[in-house]
């Protein structure tokens, strides 16, 4: 095992030169073995929150100016911890080849923006994926040695797999709207991606500009899907106390875009269903599904 402690969230251009060699075609991964992970845990051991990066990431994804927490913000600080394990350690995967598929926050409370913290991420659930390997970063948060947020990002690695019949692909249908939904339509602007990136620290190029995106298989530049899923949580301004958000990230939103959000309520549970839809067909770019937990034990 590999620990890492920082007293602070590593900065970008410490590690630049690393993930640029990562992202470079001829790199060492082909060499490495992929049937496993690095056992390597990295640790912020007091993490004190950048107010102004905090102020600049609540504009951008809509949440309100108030002194918690939002609810996807330690993802987003996270990034960097996850950057350089996979420049620092044995990571047997280019960077530059992953998708993020899902992504899964827990808060257990309301968290007070003033706070010390203890952040540890690590590597888990290496499996197979019909289009390639598919893992997980796990994140934790404490608050005097109590848990109070948990985050797992699943990233697929693409890889060549022998020719298959491609299964058909399953759309879930666009819900029809009642009087108790939200419902609203969103205008995505081309720069989004960019100035994503300079308040979140990623700076992958799909999500840069058109020829950065076309130079990696997309026709246009996407909008990041964390910067997506916060945007749907800024909008639900009414969330518990303490919640499970599960996000699938379905298919890329190309900018500029206009898109849908719908959200259902569970009034009995207090449970949000949502989602981000192409307006012209019933294809979703993501589907959320949030989980009040105010009420009994969370389980997996």
């Not at 470079?24 to 107010?51: C, E, F, G, R």
């Not at 005097?144 to 985050?151: P, Q, R, S, T």
């Not at 969330?239 to 009034?267: G, M, Q, T, W």
């Not at 839809?277 to 294809?283: E, G, H, L, S, W």
Request: hydrophobic share 35%; proline share 6%; charged share 25%.
């Amino acid at each position: 095992m590999s620990d890492q402690h920082f007293n602070q969230l590593p900065k970008p251009h410490t590690t630049y030169a690393n993930i640029i060699k990562s992202l470079l075609p001829i790199n060492d991964h082909d060499k490495l073995d992929k049937s496993q992970l690095p056992s390597a845990t990295y640790s912020v051991d007091s993490l004190v929150i950048d107010h102004d990066n905090l102020t600049d990431y609540r504009k951008i994804c809509g949440f309100a100016n108030n002194s918690f927490v939002p609810p996807t913000y330690f993802a987003v600080l996270s990034q960097s911890l996850q950057m350089n394990m996979m420049v620092k350690e044995p990571f047997p995967f280019a960077m530059l080849g992953l998708v993020h598929i899902h992504n899964r926050v827990v808060q257990y409370r309301r968290i007070q923006d003033t706070g010390t913290f203890k952040m540890t991420v690590k590597f888990d659930n290496l499996q197979d994926h019909d289009k390639g390997k598919q893992f997980d970063f796990v994140t934790h948060v404490y608050e005097n040695d109590e848990l109070v947020w948990e985050g797992t990002s699943t990233y697929l690695s693409r890889q060549k797999k022998p020719k298959t019949a491609k299964k058909p692909t399953e759309i879930t249908p666009k819900p029809t709207l009642d009087e108790n939904d939200m419902h609203q339509f969103w205008e995505i602007s081309e720069d989004i991606g960019r100035r994503y990136a300079f308040v979140s620290g990623d700076f992958n190029l799909i999500h840069l500009h058109p020829l950065s995106a076309k130079a990696f298989g997309f026709p246009k530049a996407i909008a990041h899907g964390m910067w997506t899923k916060a945007k749907c949580l800024a909008q639900l301004d009414d969330l518990s106390k303490a919640f499970r958000c599960d996000v699938d990230f379905k298919l890329p939103v190309f900018l500029p875009s206009e898109v849908e959000f719908i959200a259902k309520y569970d009034n009995s549970e207090k449970n949000i269903t949502f989602g981000v839809y192409d307006v012209n067909t019933p294809k979703p770019h993501v589907l959320g599904h949030i989980e009040d937990l105010t009420a009994h034990k969370i389980t997996d």
